[in-house]
């Protein structure tokens, strides 16, 4: 089993050069008593013998009430299972907690990730609008290196465009924003004859459906 | 048995809710979102569609897709308001055998009454809830709008029965959002729900009493909400780009939906910002080239934009006052329900109404109906009562170290009873005994924090030090009883100390002192680095000590006068505070290290024999990797046994 040792906890210098003179002697008064200015505070158990929670046969005696076995047997079990009881509810709290903590950092860690891979694609951009005397061809070229940019990013994540123009219109992945006669548009009924706006997907999940135009 | 679900189900929006483990969860949609529209499709396919995907396809399919059924359930046919909402709705409307309204369906030819529609959505929900509680559902709490009569309370019922729910209860949506903010445990106040959602407005006055809650008067807009705010800025925004560029976006099937989109956007931003931007780049094109729309908008202009809105709110809660006989002092609370009460502008018509009264808001004001009724649906599960409220420790416990840091053991907010156990060892050969100093707070240096109590244990057998194991345990009973144990692992022996009144400061002590650590947290952090560093120093130093001592000769004379003199150097420097000089120093007594053990075991090679190599780090602590080894070294403190 593993456990962590912690660097020891220093006792007062003091402590330890008395020690170090006399060698097994029991422990001498300037050893830190405990704080005794705090009310409610008691120190339990002897130095010498090991110190372990009264025994119950000794609690029964102190009490100087003569009970039954049985009876005094009952409480205690009765108060053992309230104990554990709470004690269970009391860690599934604590369970719940850590487990949204974790859940927390791992969703910002992987922000985090997703926003930085964006920082590259602003970079280009700035040095798109940072270029002078560039024209018109050299512009759209550069953008163009920075859209691949993006493109890429977005695959590497997962994402994947949704098939839309000319395809039959499903409202599963396509947002239908208007239509058009079919006979018009010389498409058969319920395709999508115009893709307004992209639509993407991930994996199986609907990332964004794609805005169409639909030939009735 | 099975879980009873909390359901709103809105008018444009519906939200399911349910208790778990004592808290309200909102159910997520198998799509994903937190609302599900409240659209209903019969697709050219004999399918029917509900939801979000209803919703994609309803402009392609407008006579077959039913929303805002809600605004014709229960009612008869010739009732005012559903002559309204014939005038608006794309779907037809008719009178049913019995006089009630219903939907006819062209394509399957039938009608449908308002219920089974209703129904079709309930019975979505129903289906999310099992796919995310992993279990069957089947009963339900269901709100209504206070206003509805019995015919339209009945038929939401029937609705629920349909979709094969029991519903336990139908609550008003007032009610629910006042059990979402705890307003039933008040005692005689009267409270006020505000409720703008994205197309209605409904102003209730309640009483509350002794766990009872009566609604005292209601009124509203049934056709004013959010969505009229977006239409203003789209109309604004249109308007200049007309004047500016000539151009109608309104004629512009792809702009206008790029438009729609940014107003929304536009609104939330300002709800917490005084000036939003809205950028459209390449809205559209004329024979000049492409166009682009950039403007500002600021809060005041868009408040100016939509005065008359906000004027329409007065009116209903005048009127609820008035029905309820009271004036607005009579008011003792008041809740904020439904996206639109976000804006500023909602937010200051409402203080002023109410004479400065400030509203609760910390419920999410779209899902705040349904978080009630899942309340009083754990009430009738009898699952609110038996759930113990248990409490927690409101500092961090913990022990002090090496160094006077404080070692936590029991974070803050841990919930109680909870026990927790770390051994720990001596600092210094031939140490036998330990100081356990208990203490209490958030900051990392141990005199910074509050100390509980202290005692020793004694009698370990004298070791090397890092050598004995001590467990300590903390142990925090139900009562919030502390009891801190030490335990010599060698010899059994044990001692125990015992601290009552350790959860009783007051909630402002307790955020002043976690305060207090957030604001020293920069220079706490320096201070215990500092320590952390001297501490490997130290152990690093003796580690160093006792190798020379046992390799013997095997060390050449020049590589032992080096580590003399960086562990010299070393020495220096931990007396001092500069930690990043002392982990440099660190660095290179532990790279000297590795050189001489890889001599060491270059010789060993050479004589062929089995040689006593340079001690391993004793079991129990090492500073640094055993020569050639690759175990990790753990700056500070600790390391695994």
Not at chain 2, 74 to 79: A, L, N, Q
Not at chain 2, 194 to 202: A, E, H, I, S, V
Request: hydrophobic share 35%; with cysteine; charged share 25%.
């Amino acid at each position: 089993m593993q456990t962590r040792v912690r660097v020891p906890i220093r006792i007062n210098p003091s402590f330890v050069s008395e020690r170090a003179l006399s060698a097994g002697a029991p422990p001498v008064a300037d050893a830190v008593p405990p704080v005794m200015d705090r009310e409610n505070v008691t120190l339990t158990g002897s130095p010498v013998v090991p110190a372990r929670p009264e025994t119950q046969d000794a609690k029964r005696n102190t009490q100087g009430v003569i009970r039954d076995t049985r009876e005094a047997e009952g409480e205690e079990t009765l108060e053992m299972w309230r104990d554990r009881a709470l004690r269970l509810q009391a860690e599934i709290e604590n369970f719940r907690k850590r487990q949204q903590r974790l859940a927390e950092e791992r969703i910002i860690a992987d922000r985090e990730r997703l926003l930085r891979a964006f920082l590259h694609v602003t970079d280009d951009l700035e040095r798109a609008l940072d270029a002078d005397g560039a024209d018109a061809e050299s512009l759209q070229q550069g953008v163009g290196l920075t859209y691949q940019t993006m493109v890429r990013l977005l695959d590497r994540e997962g994402v994947e465009s949704i098939q839309a123009q000319g395809q039959p219109f499903d409202p599963a992945w396509h947002e239908a924003v208007g239509t058009v006669p079919h006979q018009s548009a010389g498409a058969e009924p319920d395709a999508v004859v115009e893709v307004v706006q992209p639509g993407y997907r991930l994996g199986d999940r609907l990332l964004r459906p794609a805005r169409v135009i639909v030939a009735t | 048995m099975s879980k009873i679900i909390g359901i709103d189900l809105g008018t444009t929006n519906s939200v399911v809710s349910v208790m778990e483990g004592g808290e309200p969860i909102v159910i997520p949609t198998v799509e994903g979102g937190r609302l599900c529209p409240s659209v209903v499709a019969f697709t050219k396919s004999g399918e029917r569609l509900v939801g979000q995907v209803a919703k994609r396809q309803a402009v392609v399919n407008p006579e077959n897709t039913i929303f805002s059924v809600k605004r014709l359930i229960g009612r008869r046919y010739d009732d005012p308001e559903v002559g309204k909402a014939r005038r608006v709705l794309p779907y037809e409307i008719v009178r049913g055998p019995a006089g009630d309204a219903q939907v006819h369906i062209p394509q399957t030819g039938k009608e449908y009454t308002p219920q089974e529609i209703s129904a079709m959505i309930l019975r979505k929900l129903k289906q999310d809830a099992e796919a995310y509680l992993g279990e069957p559902v089947t009963r339900a709490v269901i709100t209504v709008p206070a206003y509805f009569n019995d015919s339209q309370r009945q038929a939401t019922k029937d609705a629920g029965q349909i979709a094969g729910l029991d519903v336990l209860r139908i609550i008003n949506e007032p009610t629910a959002s006042s059990l979402a903010y705890g307003m039933d445990k008040k005692k005689d106040e009267t409270i006020l729900v505000f409720d703008l959602g994205g197309g209605t407005f409904d102003v209730s006055i309640l009483d509350v009493g002794e766990g009872v809650v009566e609604v005292q008067s209601t009124s509203g807009d049934t056709f004013l909400g959010g969505d009229d705010w977006d239409q203003r800025i789209v109309d604004y925004i249109a308007d200049e780009f007309k004047k500016d560029q000539g151009i109608d976006l309104c004629q512009d099937r792809q702009a206008l939906q790029r438009l729609k989109e940014a107003a929304e956007k536009a609104k939330v931003e300002l709800s917490t910002v005084l000036e939003t931007e809205i950028n459209l780049p390449f809205i559209t094109a004329d024979s000049t080239g492409p166009k682009h729309l950039q403007m500002k908008l600021a809060r005041a202009k868009l408040e100016q934009l939509t005065e008359d809105l906000v004027q329409r709110c007065r009116g209903p809660f005048e009127q609820a006052l008035e029905d309820a006989n009271l004036t607005a002092n009579d008011l003792d609370e008041v809740v904020l329900v439904g996206g639109a009460t976000r804006m500023p502008m909602i937010q200051e018509l409402v203080r002023e109404l109410t004479g400065g009264k400030e509203p609760h808001k910390g419920v999410n004001p779209d899902e705040v109906v349904a978080v009630g009724a899942a309340i009083q649906a754990g009430v009738l599960a009898g699952e609110v009562k038996d759930v113990l409220l248990l409490d927690v420790t409101p500092l961090t416990l913990g022990v002090e170290t090496l160094g006077g840091v404080m070692t936590p053991l029991i974070e803050r907010n841990t919930t109680i009873p909870v026990r927790k156990s770390e051994i720990f060892s001596t600092a210094e050969d031939g140490q036998t005994a330990v100081t356990i100093h208990v203490l209490q707070g958030e900051r990392p240096v141990a005199a910074d924090n509050n100390s509980l109590g202290m005692f020793n244990l004694d009698g370990i057998p004298p070791a090397p030090r890092g050598i004995p194991q001590v467990e300590v345990t903390f142990d925090i009973d139900a009562n919030g009883i502390l009891n801190v144990s030490a335990q010599d692992k060698a010899t059994g022996k044990e001692q125990q100390i015992t601290i009552t009144a350790t959860t009783n400061l007051s909630k402002e002590e307790v955020e002043r002192l976690v305060q207090d650590a957030k604001r020293h947290e920069a220079e706490d952090r320096r201070r215990k680095e500092l320590i952390e560093a001297r501490n490997t120093a130290d152990a690093l130093i003796y580690q160093m000590e006792k190798t020379l001592r046992d390799l013997g000769d095997k060390v050449s004379a020049s590589d032992r006068g080096r580590i003399e003199q960086i562990s010299e150097n070393l020495k220096q420097a931990k007396e001092g505070d500069d930690a990043a000089r002392i982990r440099q120093l660190i660095e290179q007594l532990q790279q000297a290290s590795y050189a001489i053990g890889q001599q060491v075991y270059a010789q060993q090679q050479a004589a062929g024999g089995p040689q006593a190599g340079p001690a391993g780090p004793p079991p129990g602590y090492s500073a640094g990797p055993p020569p050639g080894g690759d175990e990790e070294v753990v700056e500070g403190e600790f390391h695994e046994v």
